[in-house]
């Protein structure tokens, strides 16, 4: 890394999971800070409507909506932004009370109060949007409002974790008049009570946030406005932020253009590069729809011919490291059950599997990816996890990708017999990497219910307010990942924030859930 004073330290250590954060680039914290910044990044929104994104829509939504808690930069647990006070009122954990600040009120003058907050969470439930974050609230039983500043979620089961979807953008605040109580808002607009305000929005091209003067939050804004520029190709950003027609980047730098960025070239030439440790992940889901991808043996032999250091060496050159869990490490409970069980990658083992499971081979696959979400990587990942499949002779793959908005459409309606996935998390607990990728309605759209899982270890985990005390439930839940293999992880990756060099903030500016958080952010004119 080439910043002013090339050092990192370890932030205190997160309930679940620890990041990395650069230590401050500039010792001199004086200057302009009232300047507007424009940001690139190649994750454009899916929706403009919280009820219907669990995506990277929610790096937008962090900004403009409001939640009841959140996440500052460095918090161990959820805090309160809207909400003046939360706390669960019985021992079981299935009662969670919040008081709401008050005066608080949507950039439309509508008074933000505890109706509000209920008319927000009940119609993401409503709408129930296939690509929506329903899954996250399948605790929640009943929502009460006993006066206008209180807000009593009611819970079917004891849920420690619901405080921390509270905190995340899937809880994300509306203004009830703007949006419909049955159906996605799609005007373009948004009606939210974040520390900024959507003055103009170009779907796919560009979001302009104004200060919201009326905002009441922990966020305190180092800036006055910021301008997202949407990237379909990350080359383009990077020219763009060597051009200074953008102040950073964040999400979509492939490895290549992270090293060109470090080089000593880019920072003579004035621009510097931000890393963090995140709990960024990658994995293949495998779907039993398709009925080769239904036997066992045949998912069994997939994991054991993948070849993560080479995927990681080839493609991702160090901004990546091979792993072997879906919890990945940095959180309680990490183990490494797919290395556990499969141990080195072998063709001979594979080709053994399969005909003990009595299939024949080459077995013909169509491997899905989106072209447009993860980066300029993506493509040379999959071209690296076909030449592998395939030179084994065990297996004939074949490569197709599509645009996110349609790629989610399909692999939610179970279209795609094997497809790739990224996964940032939605708030900071080892529930957050076991959770979403179970039951019936689940984030990658095939039903996957492991009966353990779903009706022993997350509940019991679920009843400890102590995050750490559940480990044993997630060990045990990532062993039967790696047995039924109906998930395949790949890889953690690092974060990394480019900026040209007169920006601070970016050492602070990415939460818990790996969302920018636009206002820390700004603009050093002195040294």
């Known amino acids: 890394m080439f910043n002013r004073t090339r050092c990192l330290q370890v932030s205190a250590a997160l309930a679940s999971i620890s990041l990395l954060a650069g230590c401050g680039l500039f010792s001199d914290d004086s200057g302009d800070k009232a300047k507007r910044i424009v940001v690139g990044t190649t994750s454009a929104p899916s929706t403009l409507d919280p009820a219907a994104a669990w995506d990277g829509s929610w790096e937008l939504y962090r900004n403009v909506y409001q939640t009841l808690l959140a996440f500052p930069t460095g918090s161990t647990k959820p805090q309160p932004d809207a909400a003046q006070n939360c706390d669960f009122t019985d021992t079981a954990n299935t009662a969670y009370r919040c008081t709401l600040r008050k005066g608080l009120k949507f950039s439309d003058g509508e008074p933000l109060d505890a109706k509000a907050v209920k008319y ?146 880019s920072h003579n030439a004035g621009v510097q590069v931000v890393e963090n440790v995140g709990a960024e992940i990658r994995y293949l889901v495998l779907n039993p729809k398709d009925p080769q991808v239904a036997k066992l043996p045949v998912r069994q032999a997939i994991a054991q011919i993948v070849d993560r250091g080479a995927l990681v060496t080839k493609v991702y050159q160090g901004t990546a490291e091979p792993l072997y869990s879906m919890v990945p490490k940095g959180v309680v409970g990490h183990k490494t059950p797919f290395y556990d069980l499969y141990g080195q990658p072998s063709v001979d083992k594979a080709k053994k599997i399969l005909k003990d499971g009595g299939v024949s081979t080459p077995v013909d696959l169509t491997l899905w990816y989106t072209s447009d979400r993860y980066g300029g990587s993506t493509a040379d990942e999959f071209t690296e996890l076909k030449r592998q499949l395939d030179e084994s002779g065990l297996f004939k793959i074949t490569l197709r990708n599509k645009p996110w908005v349609e790629f989610q459409v399909g692999y939610k309606n179970g279209e795609y017999p094997v497809f790739g996935r990224g996964w940032f998390p939605d708030f900071p607990d080892p529930d957050n990497f076991i959770a979403p990728f179970v039951g019936k309605e689940n984030a990658v759209g095939t039903p996957y219910e492991p009966a353990t899982i779903v009706n022993e270890l997350l509940p019991n985990s679920r009843r400890e307010g102590d995050r750490s005390a559940g480990v044993k439930e997630f060990e045990q839940a990532q062993q039967i990942f790696a047995q039924d293999v109906r998930l395949l992880p790949l890889w953690q990756g690092k974060l990394y924030v480019g900026a040209r060099e007169d920006i601070a903030g970016a050492e602070r500016a990415l939460d818990p859930q790996t969302a920018m958080q636009m206002w820390e952010l700004y603009r050093k004119t002195s040294w």
């Open 120 to 265: 927000s969470l009940d119609r993401i439930r409503k709408i129930d949007s296939k690509v929506g974050p329903k899954g996250l609230f399948n605790s929640l039983d009943k929502i009460e409002t006993p006066d206008a500043l209180t807000v009593v979620f009611h819970l079917n089961t004891p849920d420690a974790t619901f405080p921390f979807v509270l905190g995340s953008p899937a809880a994300s605040l509306v203004a009830p008049k703007e949006y419909p109580a049955d159906k996605v808002r799609e005007d373009g607009k948004v009606t939210g009570s974040g520390p900024y305000v959507l003055t103009s929005y170009k779907a796919g091209s560009e979001a302009v946030l104004g200060s919201n003067e009326t905002y009441q939050g922990f966020a305190n804004r180092h800036n006055d406005g910021v301008t997202i520029r949407y990237f379909k190709k990350s080359d383009a950003m990077v020219a763009a932020l060597k051009a200074k027609e953008i102040d950073a980047t964040y999400r979509g730098l492939s490895a290549p253009e992270i090293k060109d960025l470090q080089s000593p070239a």
